[in-house]
């Protein structure tokens, strides 16, 4: 079984302009997370989506971020436009609706973006 | 609100030696307790939990660790490392009650095993 997979692994983009990251989930997961790590700092939540309904978007940092699920597979997290202070990894995670109250997550391998 | 603190931001120890890592949280409501491991070039992949019941859990790679509530800890223990072990850990908490895939992490660990 496929686990979590993220695209691009690494991106670099010049200050003012707009990446996007996309999120694969482990297949029948409802839920999907997205966290982000900057440098040096600990890892922190984004938004949770639950099938294709954001159901607690708390952490976005600021509205020049866009995370869409649509159709309840994968996910997308736009930053537009970008700023330096957005550099770091960004995390995707998944979890079946049974599984939830355990807070068990499987974690992609992260993107790394780069904002020069 | 809650809150984790990994006490050491590097631990570096020879093979075969016993590695303990520490973490202490803080929260006002009852959580679960997580610590997950990163291998480079890998995504976050979880070691062990507690959720109820016995302090002291098992979790893959030999690794345990123990819940102490009254002293707010979850510290991390291996009782002979391997090379393999060479990773960054995490330690998290959740509230037990609401959305519990919102995990709280502490800084991370950067465990090296040196031969």
């Known amino acids: 079984e496929a686990g979590v997979t993220q695209f691009p692994s690494h991106s670099v983009i010049e200050k003012g302009q707009t990446v996007t990251l996309r999120c694969d989930p482990i297949s029948g997961h409802d839920n999907l997370y997205w966290y982000r790590r900057v440098m040096g700092k600990e890892i922190k939540f984004l938004l949770h989506?639950?099938?294709?309904?954001?159901?607690?978007e708390s952490g976005m940092p600021n509205n020049r971020f866009l995370a869409e699920r649509t159709g309840g597979t994968y996910s997308t997290l736009k930053v537009q436009p970008a700023e330096l202070e957005d550099s770091g990894v960004y995390f995707c995670a998944s979890s079946q609706v049974e599984t939830e109250n355990t807070g068990e997550l499987f974690f992609g391998e992260g993107s790394r973006l780069t904002v020069l | 609100a809650q809150s984790v603190t990994q006490l050491d931001s590097q631990v570096p120890v020879f093979e075969e030696a016993p590695v303990e890592l520490r973490c202490n949280y803080s929260s006002s409501v009852s959580v679960y307790l997580f610590w997950y491991v990163q291998y480079p070039n890998q995504g976050l992949q979880l070691l062990l939990k507690y959720l109820s019941g016995s302090t002291l859990v098992k979790g893959i790679n030999g690794f345990e660790a123990e819940f102490n509530k009254s002293q707010t800890s979850f510290h991390l223990r291996k009782p002979s490392v391997h090379i393999s072990d060479t990773a960054e850990y995490f330690c998290a908490v959740t509230k037990i009650s609401g959305n519990t895939g919102k995990l709280i992490f502490g800084q991370g660990t950067t465990l090296q095993v040196k031969p």
């Open positions: 989506f639950v099938k294709e309904s954001k159901q607690d």
